[in-house]
């Protein structure tokens, strides 16, 4: 199996390689691989869905909040 680094995998994916640390931490890349300091991604695997927002409170709203 083909593996990437968190580099490699942040350039594929357009994201931060600190959010891609993070996820490998969290658990939600699976077959991630920790190799002493550093994470080794599959190839194939997909990016995670972002489920950093839960509520939608943080998302600014047309209308009211808007004019405040």
Same mark, same amino acid.
């Given at each position: ?16 390689? %600190? ?14 691989? %920790? ?16 489920? %950093? ?14 004019? %405040?």
């Amino acid at each position: 199996m083909k593996y990437l680094s968190i580099r490699q995998t942040a350039e594929r994916w357009g994201i931060s390689t %600190r959010r891609i640390q993070i996820l490998c931490a969290e658990g939600r890349i699976p077959g991630a691989v %920790r190799i002493d300091y550093s994470w080794a991604i599959p190839y194939d695997e997909p990016k995670p869905k972002d489920e %950093r927002i839960k509520s939608g409170k943080y998302i600014k709203q047309k209308g009211e909040d808007a004019k %405040r």
